[in-house]
């Protein structure tokens, strides 16, 4: 069990064409590291000195041969709208469980000494549904690889990531694109719900930073500096756009997503790790809304 230096070989970015993925494999390519990316997609944040790997993470030969030569994997591939999996159980099994065990098993096979894999602050609350059942079904087969193979990991346990390259399935960019097509942001809540918001680049530099040895073997929770209501978040993107923005709320509660809280007592617990230097959530929204906006002028073009 040590730190894991850039000189110690390379970095496997599993789901790194996606959202939070892209940004964790700029950051470890910022840091020094070779990185491999391993996705369905090609991805088009695709930085000098990384490898593109297209391949599936149900096919266990595919990663097995993708991995090779790694020292490490972060995996970020699966299903991650828990709105989507809230219908889809099947397939919510089938990626976020069978494809993190196939990914464990190319790990392993590859001789690779640490596992990070990314989780959410769902895991043992009571919300979630399908996907917090797959979160936990995968931490529990990375500790049990850990038991059966002394294989070292990292869970990160995300809380609620905004930030460029997110798409209409991140809660925020979802606010901010209805507030500037439709001049209305229609809420399935009350508002008074709270969430910790992380800018998803904060994320990705603590997500490089856990590769220090103190960091092996433990969970890890991500939730950043900035806890605010829903209808403060609205408010907030209401006055920033110029106070022109009809805010709708609805007292039907959500199926799946939490009202204050995430957490609820449970004994495998994690630790919060946030950093001092954080963006701060209105220049935040600033660069999403500026990216979105670029977006929308492209569509009528």
């Given at each position: 069990?040590?730190?894991?230096?850039?000189k110690?070989?390379?970095?496997?970015?599993?789901?790194?064409?996606?959202?939070?993925?892209?940004?964790?494999?700029?950051?470890?390519?910022?840091?020094g590291?070779?990185?491999k990316i391993?996705?369905?997609n090609p991805?088009?944040?695709?930085?000098?000195?990384?490898?593109?790997?297209?391949g599936?993470?149900?096919?266990?030969?595919?990663?097995e041969?993708?991995?090779?030569?790694?020292?490490?994997?972060?995996?970020f591939?699966?299903l991650?709208?828990i709105?989507?999996?809230?219908?889809?159980?099947?397939?919510?099994?089938?990626l976020?469980?069978l494809?993190?065990?196939?990914?464990?098993?190319?790990t392993?096979?590859?001789?690779?000494?640490?596992?990070?894999?990314?989780?959410?602050?769902?895991?043992y609350s009571r919300?979630?549904?399908?996907?917090?059942a797959?979160?936990?079904?995968a931490?529990m087969?990375?500790?049990?690889f850990?038991e059966?193979?002394?294989?070292?990991?990292?869970?990160?346990?995300y809380?609620?990531?905004?930030?460029?390259?997110?798409?209409?399935r991140?809660?925020?960019?979802?606010?901010l694109?209805?507030?500037?097509?439709?001049?209305?942001?229609?809420?399935?809540?009350t508002?008074?719900e709270l969430?910790?918001?992380?800018h998803?680049?904060?994320?990705?530099e603590?997500s490089?930073?856990?590769l220090?040895?103190?960091?092996a073997?433990?969970?890890?929770?991500?939730?950043g500096?900035?806890?605010?209501?829903?209808r403060n978040?609205m408010?907030?993107?209401?006055?920033?756009?110029?106070n022109?923005?009809?805010?709708e709320?609805?007292?039907?509660?959500?199926?799946?997503?939490?009202?204050?809280?995430?957490?609820?007592?449970?004994p495998?617990?994690?630790?919060?790790?946030?950093?001092?230097?954080?963006?701060?959530?209105?220049?935040?929204?600033?660069?999403?809304?500026?990216?979105?906006?670029e977006k929308?002028?492209d569509?009528n073009?």
């Amino acid at each position: 069990m040590s730190s894991i230096t850039p000189k110690d070989g390379a970095i496997m970015v599993i789901g790194g064409s996606g959202f939070l993925g892209s940004y964790v494999a700029d950051a470890l390519t910022d840091n020094g590291y070779k990185v491999k990316i391993f996705d369905l997609n090609p991805s088009p944040w695709l930085k000098k000195g990384q490898e593109m790997i297209i391949g599936d993470i149900l096919d266990p030969k595919a990663m097995e041969e993708a991995i090779s030569g790694c020292k490490a994997v972060y995996h970020f591939a699966g299903l991650a709208d828990i709105d989507e999996a809230i219908n889809r159980p099947i397939d919510t099994c089938k990626l976020n469980v069978l494809g993190c065990v196939n990914a464990l098993e190319a790990t392993r096979k590859a001789g690779a000494v640490r596992f990070i894999y990314a989780s959410s602050v769902y895991v043992y609350s009571r919300s979630g549904h399908f996907y917090r059942a797959s979160k936990q079904a995968a931490e529990m087969f990375i500790e049990a690889f850990h038991e059966r193979y002394q294989m070292d990991y990292t869970i990160l346990r995300y809380g609620s990531l905004y930030g460029r390259r997110a798409d209409y399935r991140n809660g925020l960019y979802r606010l901010l694109y209805d507030a500037m097509t439709k001049h209305r942001i229609s809420y399935g809540g009350t508002g008074e719900e709270l969430r910790e918001y992380i800018h998803v680049h904060d994320a990705a530099e603590l997500s490089v930073e856990v590769l220090k040895e103190e960091y092996a073997n433990k969970n890890i929770i991500l939730t950043g500096n900035e806890k605010m209501s829903v209808r403060n978040v609205m408010i907030m993107i209401n006055e920033i756009l110029g106070n022109d923005i009809e805010l709708e709320f609805s007292d039907v509660y959500r199926s799946g997503h939490y009202l204050i809280t995430p957490y609820a007592f449970n004994p495998r617990m994690g630790k919060k790790m946030v950093s001092n230097i954080h963006t701060d959530m209105g220049q935040g929204l600033l660069d999403l809304i500026e990216e979105i906006h670029e977006k929308i002028n492209d569509n009528n073009q």
